[in-house]
């Protein structure tokens, strides 16, 4: 068994069961599920560190910035703490320091636990060279072939879109990762962006000591995948915060004075003025938050004949993860490389079932079973948005669910009136709402925004994946008091 190796390291070994391109979370399980209990064999490959997005650039250092803040946010309405916190804002160097103690850049443990459970790693860029080939290029150029005896799983995931507008690329402006990864905070600042990404990253960025920041959305509201009231309340929020929202408005223009390569999170050069909507404004620093792109790029998808061109670039793939239009049974893909959810515990999902397909397809085992099979992609996604108040939600909105011709009965209920969240802090915000199929008496999506929600959504979808009717809802009995009794609330609204 090897540690991690560069792809033109001297090793014996070319041939792997598995081999799975891309070290994120996906990749790791991927792995893991299609070898472990057996005596298959894996290796990942990976160019940058094993753990991926999520773990350095993404969900760990963004959840570590954003708690912090919804601890004070919560302390400043509660009497008998808001005294002892007033108006001091926060402690940006220790928030910044416990943020890089869970996202260290460094992949030892990551590469220990693969290997601790037969997964070699290989360092290098893989591409696909041909049917269950993969060509890996390491830092210095050289190349070295992989072949899988049973499968190959692409899990490259997807990068940051900076626009083509006229001189934003050129101001080397931030992105996602240097969001996550701030070590200079800006005075003054711009967020291109009104999504997820653009929201937390609103959130973290102010309260860490922005002075002047302004969200600029092309879209009419925050969040438009949600439903409309969830953009709202965030939108409530950072206005009173002091946040300045431009919705509906588009970048025209971007010039930057003296930009510079400074290295992630640092300010990036001189001034920025940002041009939209008949207007101008001028920011230390300038973040996109407007998309992501698949890996699929020079990913060597031609060399067994898979055009992403219809997909945006996306693999598509069928709900046994197999990549559709390759014969074979031997080439998956997993994450946000299949454009199916953009999330990490999605990606995850996905993981799991591709691995459980291959190593059911490596014992001539069927793959037509709940385990094998990928059902939650289809209308049954939980997400969270970790603003404050925070949004989370499960399946459809109710347009959606309308549009999808669904007939559905929806009911709503201002969680504030809950006893548990009085309780919580003072001045709670909050709002939930069922959207209930008529047909079948059962919940097919959730949406709950407050403080402390994120922990409601997992009752939430369950409910909806097991098609929980709305009677026996009645029966789940929430404890008090908790913010859990808005499930009560809302069956007694419905009547």
């Not at 971007?254 to 003025?273: A, C, K, L, M, Y």
Request: proline residues 4%.
């Amino acid at each position: 068994m090897s540690n991690a190796t560069p792809a033109g390291a001297a090793d014996t070994q070319d041939t792997w069961d598995v081999i799975v391109i891309g070290g994120g979370p996906p990749g790791e399980i991927a792995a893991q599920y299609a070898i472990q209990g057996s005596d298959r064999t894996a290796v990942i490959v990976e160019q940058e560190l094993v753990g991926g997005e999520c773990s350095y650039w993404a969900c760990m250092p963004s959840k570590a910035l954003l708690r912090p803040v919804e601890v004070l946010a919560t302390a400043r309405h509660l009497p008998g703490v808001q005294s002892l916190v007033g108006d001091h804002s926060l402690d940006a160097g220790a928030t910044l320091a416990r943020r890089d103690s869970f996202a260290e850049h460094d992949d030892t443990s990551q590469v220990k636990w693969a290997n601790g459970i037969g997964i070699d790693v290989v360092r290098g860029r893989g591409r696909l060279a041909g049917v269950r080939t993969v060509a890996v290029t390491a830092s210095d150029g050289s190349v070295r072939t992989l072949t899988a005896r049973l499968a190959v799983v692409l899990a490259t995931g997807t990068t940051a879109t900076v626009p083509d507008l006229p001189g934003l690329r050129d101001a080397l402006p931030w992105t996602s990762r240097d969001a996550t990864n701030v070590h200079q905070v800006p005075r003054r600042m711009a967020v291109i962006g009104g999504g997820v990404v653009a929201c937390e990253a609103t959130t973290w960025l102010r309260a860490l000591g922005v002075d002047e920041l302004t969200v600029i959305g092309s879209a009419p509201t925050l969040l438009g995948k949600n439903e409309p009231f969830a953009g709202e309340l965030v939108l409530e929020a950072f206005r009173k915060s002091g946040v300045t929202v431009h919705l509906g408005a588009r970048v025209d223009a971007v010039s930057r004075r003296d930009p510079q390569d400074t290295g992630e999170g640092n300010i990036h050069g001189g001034e920025i003025e940002v041009s939209f909507g008949g207007r101008s404004i001028v920011v230390d620093e300038l973040l996109v938050a407007a998309g992501r792109t698949p890996g699929s790029r020079d990913l060597g998808l031609d060399t067994v004949g898979v055009d992403t061109s219809d997909s945006h670039g996306f693999v598509t793939v069928d709900d046994h993860l197999s990549v559709v239009g390759v014969g074979g049974d031997w080439l998956y893909g997993v994450g946000d490389l299949t454009g199916r959810a953009l999330l990490t515990h999605m990606g995850k999902y996905q993981a799991r079932i591709a691995g459980a397909v291959i190593a059911a397809r490596a014992a001539g085992k069927p793959v037509d079973g709940p385990r094998t099979t990928d059902r939650a992609d289809h209308g049954q996604v939980p997400q969270v948005t970790f603003t404050h108040p925070q949004v989370a939600s499960v399946g459809p909105t109710e347009q959606a669910a309308r549009d999808a011709g669904i007939d559905v009965e929806t009911v709503e209920y201002d969680i504030a009136s809950v006893a548990g969240a009085a309780l919580l802090e003072d001045g709670y915000t909050g709002r939930a709402k069922l959207v209930i199929d008529r047909a079948t008496d059962t919940l097919v999506g959730a949406t709950f925004v407050g403080t402390d929600i994120a922990e409601l959504l997992h009752s939430a979808t369950v409910a909806v994946v097991g098609k929980v009717s709305m009677e026996d809802l009645w029966h789940a009995v929430p404890s008090y008091p908790t913010v859990s009794e808005v499930w009560l609330r809302l069956l007694e609204s419905r009547g």
